[in-house]
């Protein structure tokens, strides 16, 4: 049985950092590439970043790329996203999912299998 458990999210202040955990277990981690999404209130969930199986290919939506960077460890089955200079608008759900293969790098839902529960993160202006 897959499990994918997200954590570390909370409530910032506008300008400050939090950093989001992903431990999964149940499959061979390296064997999918992994990605973050998130779903703010009334939105639709959408895609925030993705990273292949090995790591060594990462994607994100828009300019995310100058204030996130998402990373795993294979040897851990972990997958992390450091999201910087938090603004208002990055409060939402985040959600983190496996792809369907490990050089799938997509943002989109429908490539993604197995998905956690998320975790809230919350920036006070």
């Known amino acids: 049985q897959v499990q994918v458990l997200e954590s570390g999210g909370g409530l910032v202040q506008a300008g400050g950092s939090l950093r989001l955990s992903c431990i999964v277990s149940g499959l061979t981690f390296g064997d999918y590439a992994m990605g973050w999404f998130r779903q703010a209130p009334g939105k639709e969930r959408e895609g925030v970043s993705c990273i292949s199986g090995s790591g060594g290919s990462t994607t994100y939506a828009g300019s995310l790329k100058e204030r996130f960077t998402i990373s795993r460890d294979n040897a851990k089955n972990t997958l992390d996203l450091q999201m910087n200079s938090l603004k208002p608008e990055d409060t939402a759900m985040y959600y983190c999912?496996?792809?369907?293969?490990?050089?799938?790098?997509?943002?989109?839902?429908?490539?993604?299998?197995?998905w956690g529960q998320g975790t809230q993160v919350t920036v006070s202006s």
């Open positions: 999912a496996a792809a369907q293969r490990a050089d799938l790098l997509s943002l989109r839902k429908v490539d993604f299998t197995y």
